[in-house]
């Protein structure tokens, strides 16, 4: 199945996390597991932040490794 990725940081920490998912083909799993990746990190973070999303990819051929995060 095709995988999907993001980054998700946030500046004023210095916090970065690599994020992927399995089965990300379409738009809506994209942005499904965006939400998901966001949400791990403000809770990671302490709520109430505003966080970047970076290297967003999907229906990647392969898993993007260890750097990611399963989620």
Do not use: E, F
Not at 23 to 28: E, G, P, R
Not at 29 to 56: E, F, L, P, T, Y
Request: proline content about 3%; glycine content about 10%.
């Amino acid at each position: 199945m095709p995988w999907g990725r993001v980054t998700i940081t946030y500046g004023a920490t210095g916090y970065t996390q690599n994020y992927k998912r399995n089965n990300v083909v379409t738009h809506l799993q994209c942005a499904n597991m965006v939400a998901a990746a966001v949400a791990d990190s403000v809770a990671r973070i302490g709520g109430g932040v505003i966080v970047n999303r970076i290297n967003i990819a999907q229906n990647l051929a392969a898993d993007p490794g260890l750097a990611y995060r399963l989620i």
